[in-house]
């Protein structure tokens, strides 16, 4: 209704009121009339000087911590609020502390539906807080709100995008048993060629050879020598090792996918990762899955320091495979400049597979970490078992069974 | 769950209470009866009734109960009728009789509705604007009739009122519906609210009604009534003239004719002028008085403070208070205080008022500036009109290249001699930012090209 049938609608009123000599049905219209104008004035300005925000304490927290999320809503205007209904659109696998939310029909979400007042001129904030209990690139909104007049005669909806998009990491667990992941258990193998270079640790110099970066030219000696020198420095760090993960956690693509096996391989790799980063090894990744909201292949260099970025990717795999697994085998077999060892995380070892696998076993040093119990032909080509079955959640150490 | 079967009890007691305030107000005004006895009996009723209707229709195989409680009630509040009509000594005990029976059904038969009706906020809207529009028609009839019932302003507030505690309750139900308990509003605050927004609402109808009273629409009545019959006066002289114009041109041709109908002589002469009537102004009416208007308005304005501070406090205790250690913390941050917030909303008033009534005092733009505003705006208003409003955060410039731009490419192609669309939309942009942020002076024959350019700007 509008406020100009309001006025022609008292006007009749009044009129029929004059008409009848009626001092009460006078009133009757009056009343009546400015009543409804209140109701169509407040309908209008309702959202007039609002504001509705939510932030998010972190945008990438790390399985089981505490994420705190703050709504805001603004309310600048004379007008209060009285009654409010905010429906929000959260991700699953948020355990709300103190506070509930219903989950939804549709997948993966659930509703944070909360009723609020605000009056003029205020600014209210609520904290939430909850637990994040599952890996993923998580989305909030969007976000429904529905005021109206103080009756609650008629409510105005409007929809906010307000979309915001946080990553849980893979929970990291510790990894006891690593040495027989290096292979030489107790020995710290020293390697000449390294993929990163410390520039404070200086090795010494040598006879400069084309390739060398200019910065790396010792000036000095040069001009000391008559011939260019390049200075030496030690490697960043002793090893580097690159994870191949293998989601394909059934052996026919048809069959389906096991999202508990995902999250196992997910778990075990980012342990992995961790305790090689721990242990001052480059970390790299590679991988046949595929990134949510991306279809891009995973393929990570090992570098030092790139820990962090691991496992935010590890955080945005979908149990999905963009390409067989072979394939990245067959990629870092061509990859001759790579020198790196490898460690090879998976749940299954297909026929098409073992080949490769076999032929890197023979060049490079590779280690095979199986999530499940290995069938008798695939039991020679792997080093490392993980039990399939471990409760990972409530697991603080990956146990490898060698 | 003991929160929600209290909001449902209240719907339904206040729901019964809506239809109750019409139904007794057509009671009192058939009968000449008490109206507060009347509504109490057929709150009560329709109340029962409804109650009957929720309990016993849940579930197959309990109709016939239900049928025969309503007939009971039926019985029952008729038996109360007639008991308590013995009082009125009406002469026909029969027709007593089948009154009061059709009438406690029709109390029955609303109350199984109501019992039967969901709790939805469209449904309670719906009742309570029923009622109330059925108690303003049983007053109009009232009216009509000639009588003037003492109760009615009393049943107008109780009825705005019962309605909109009604709608606030079943609204408030249905919004924490699917809020956990321990994150819901507070009931009672809101209620508050709602009493003290239709308290406001009810003290400015009053304070209305007073400076529009009776006499103050009758008066005006009157002088719309004296304009339109002076109008119709003049439209029936013309018509008279016209007609008798007519008539003597038809007189003349039977002249001719040598046809002589009448004596022309005998023909009456017109008027000179239309009458001119007197306007009935009721003499000596006085239609305010100092001492009622002192009263009334202070009054009004007590009910209004009174009103808003009841909004105040109420919501005041809507802020949450954290129920555990670790639960969900809220804080509450005022940005302007009320005085200065009040301050700011008088001054931008004020403000605007002033712009309104410098607008009317103007019968057109006064410097050459303004009427390229004034064109502009136009001309925006007829872009927007075509489909093409002017987002926000887009120049003047970007705004008139874009409609420019978005014109069908199966529009034959401008004539060599007219001026380019682009061309034009930059001068038209280019004259309209001289005179809306240069400081530049513009002449009133720059005005004037502007104008036919903004005409020849086809959207």
């Known amino acids: 209704m509008r406020l100009r049938s309001i006025l022609l609608a008292g006007l009749a009123g009044l009129v029929v009121a004059a008409l009848l000599h009626s001092s009460a049905l006078v009133f009757a219209s009056l009343t009546a009339s400015a009543l409804a104008a209140l109701v169509v004035a407040t309908r209008r300005r309702v959202f007039t000087g609002f504001n509705f925000e939510r932030t998010l304490s972190r945008r990438v927290v790390s399985w089981g911590s505490e994420l705190e999320i703050t709504v805001s809503v603004t309310n600048a205007k004379l007008l209060p609020l009285v009654w409010m209904r905010v429906r929000d659109e959260w991700p699953a696998g948020l355990e709300p502390l103190g506070f509930a939310l219903r989950p939804l029909s549709h997948l993966g979400r659930q509703a944070f539906i909360q009723t609020i007042s605000v009056r003029w001129y205020e600014r209210l904030r609520r904290r939430y807080r909850v637990r994040c209990l599952e890996r993923g690139l998580h989305r909030f909104g969007p976000v429904e709100l529905e005021a109206g007049d103080p009756f609650g005669i008629a409510g105005v909806e409007r929809t906010l995008e307000a979309r915001q998009e946080f990553a849980v990491l893979p929970k990291v667990l510790g990894v006891p048993g690593f040495d027989l992941l290096l292979g030489h258990p107790l020995a710290e193998e020293t390697v000449t060629h390294s993929l990163a270079h410390d520039p404070t640790a200086l090795r010494g110099i040598r006879a400069y050879r084309p390739g060398d970066p200019m910065r790396a030219i010792n000036w000095r000696a040069t001009a000391r020598s008559g011939a260019l020198q390049t200075n030496e420095f030690d490697p960043a760090s002793l090893a580097a090792v690159r994870l191949l993960l293998d989601v394909g956690s059934l052996h026919k693509a048809w069959e389906g996918i096991d999202a508990e096996l995902m999250e196992i391989l997910c778990v075990v790799a980012a342990s992995l990762a961790t305790a090689f980063a721990a242990h001052g090894h480059g970390v790299g990744l590679a991988s046949n899955a595929c990134l949510t909201r991306e279809w891009r292949a995973v393929d990570m260099e090992p570098e030092q320091g790139a820990l962090p970025e691991v496992l935010e990717t590890l955080a945005r795999l979908r149990p999905y495979t963009v390409r067989d697994f072979g394939s990245v085998l067959a990629a870092e077999l061509a990859e001759e400049s790579s020198r790196a060892d490898c460690v090879v995380v998976t749940a299954t070892l297909r026929p098409g597979v073992r080949g490769h696998l076999a032929q890197l076993r023979s060049e490079r040093p590779t280690r095979v970490v199986y999530v499940g119990n290995p069938k008798e032909d695939e039991a020679p080509l792997v080093d490392i078992v993980v039990p399939a079955d471990f409760d990972w959640r409530s697991s603080d150490a990956l146990p490898l069974l060698a | ?459």
């Open chain 2, 1 to 459: 769950m003991r929160s929600r079967s209290w909001l449902e009890h209240a719907g339904l007691v206040l729901g019964a209470a809506a239809e109750g305030i019409w139904c007794g107000g057509l009671a009192a005004a058939l009968m000449g009866a008490s109206w507060i006895v009347l509504t109490v009996f057929a709150c009560v009723t329709v109340a029962a009734a409804a109650y009957v209707a929720r309990r016993l229709t849940v579930g197959e195989g309990r109709e016939p109960s239900a049928r025969l409680l309503a007939l009971t009630l039926i019985l029952v509040a008729s038996a109360v009728l007639l008991a308590a009509g013995r009082a009125w000594a009406h002469p026909s005990l029969l027709w007593q009789v089948v009154r009061d029976f059709v009438y406690a059904s029709g109390l029955v038969l609303l109350g199984v509705y109501l019992g039967r009706d969901s709790l939805a906020p469209e449904a309670a809207v719906q009742r309570a604007v029923r009622g109330f529009a059925l108690l303003c028609a049983v007053l109009v009839c009232a009216a009509w009739a000639g009588l003037a019932p003492g109760w009615a302003p009393v049943a107008i507030v109780a009825s705005l009122v019962v309605g909109g505690l009604l709608v606030a309750v079943v609204r408030y139900q249905a919004l924490t519906d699917l809020v956990e308990p321990a994150d819901r509003l507070p009931a009672w605050p809101w209620l508050l609210a709602v009493a003290g927004a239709v308290l406001g609402v009810i003290a400015i109808g009053a304070l209305l009604s007073q400076v529009f009273g009776l006499e103050v629409l009758r008066s005006a009545l009157g002088v719309v009534a004296g304009v339109l019959r002076y109008a119709l006066d003049g439209v029936a002289y013309l018509v008279g003239w016209a007609g008798a114009g007519l008539l003597r041109g038809i007189a003349w041709l039977l002249n001719v004719l040598h046809v002589h109908a009448r004596d022309p002589a005998k023909v009456p002469h017109l008027a000179a002028r239309p009458p001119v009537l007197k306007l009935r102004q009721a003499a000596g009416v006085k239609i305010w008085s100092g001492t009622q208007v002192i009263i009334t308005v202070v009054g009004a304005l007590v009910a209004i403070g009174l009103s808003l501070t009841f909004v105040a406090v109420a919501l005041r205790r809507f802020r949450r208070e954290p129920l555990a250690e670790g639960a969900v913390v809220e804080d509450r941050e005022a940005l302007a205080s009320l005085s200065s917030a009040a301050g700011e909303f008088a001054a931008r008033l004020g403000r605007r008022l002033r712009r309104r009534l410098l607008a009317l005092r103007r019968h057109g733009p006064v410097t050459p500036a303004e009427l390229v505003r004034q064109r502009y705006a136009e001309l925006e208003l007829r872009l927007s009109r075509a489909g093409r409003p002017r987002p926000p955060g887009v120049t003047v410039r970007g705004h008139l290249a874009a409609a420019v731009a978005a014109r069908p490419e199966t529009a034959p192609p401008p004539p060599e001699t007219a001026p380019r669309p682009p061309s034009l939309a930059a001068d038209i942009a280019a004259t309209y930012e001289l005179a809306r942020y240069s400081a530049h002076t513009i002449d009133a024959a720059q005005a004037r090209r502007f104008e036919g350019l903004a005409r020849s700007f086809e959207a």
